[in-house]
């Protein structure tokens, strides 16, 4: 079976240092992967995706930059946390049909 | 650009009762995907159920069903005999086809289970 694993869980981290969120996905293949982030109380926001090692799309221009470094990695990152960063962040991969996303457990970042 | 818009942002019902809940897009595709996702408290996304734009048949998972118009793009969701385990925030979401499945989603509505 698949499983997404997302890490760490919980990151509090003061304005101006730098992050790295990882996301591996477990029993598959080639996976389409996506960083979400989520704002306090509001909709998820799609943030970079890849179709595969080292193709990185972004959606929208920010302070993060995403890779992939392996097939089965995507990695967000910051040189630089604003205050504006914080939020709840989702990885996702597109599913063996292709065309669903199931979610991983998600990281709460706080930038204080 | 597509969108999606859920004019409930919370809703109540009570145990073993019936609740939908509404969605609406906006696309000048004909390829597409809906869902519907829940959000525990958790925070967990859980997928609920899809419905592909081509199907008329509304799409069924045991207590959750949709209603799929498309040519008013609408898409609701219906719970069945709701259980405490449902209160959840339920996000609506769209995916062109073909088009590395990005999804988009409405702002959601904050669903409580009440005895």
């Known amino acids: 079976s698949q499983t997404i694993h997302q890490w760490p869980a919980t990151l509090v981290q003061p304005v101006g240092s730098p992050l790295s969120l990882e996301c591996t996905v477990e029993g598959t293949s080639n996976p389409n992967l996506y960083w979400y982030r989520q704002a306090a109380g509001r909709g998820l926001q799609l943030l970079f995706y890849s179709v595969g090692i080292g193709q990185i799309s972004s959606e929208v221009p920010q302070n993060l930059s995403a890779s992939r470094p392996q097939d089965r990695q995507f990695i967000l990152s910051s040189k630089k946390l604003l205050l504006s960063d914080s939020g709840f962040y989702l990885c996702?991969?597109?599913?063996?049909?292709?065309?669903?996303?199931?979610f991983g457990p998600g990281t709460r970042l706080t930038v204080t | 650009a597509q969108t999606v818009t859920q004019s409930q942002p919370e809703m109540s019902v009570q145990e073993a009762e019936t609740v939908t809940l509404s969605c609406t897009y906006d696309t000048s595709e004909n390829n597409y995907y809906l869902f519907w996702y829940k959000q525990p408290p958790s925070r967990q996304m859980i997928l609920v159920i899809r419905q592909e734009a081509y199907k008329q048949q509304n799409a069924t998972e045991n207590r959750f069903s949709v209603n799929f118009q498309k040519a008013a793009k609408s898409f609701s969701l219906k719970i069945s005999d709701s259980q405490l385990g449902d209160t959840a925030m339920y996000f609506c979401a769209f995916m062109r086809a073909g088009t590395a499945s990005k999804l988009t989603f409405g702002t959601g509505t904050r669903l409580q289970v009440t005895l």
């Open positions: 996702a991969w597109n599913g063996l049909a292709g065309f669903e996303q199931y």
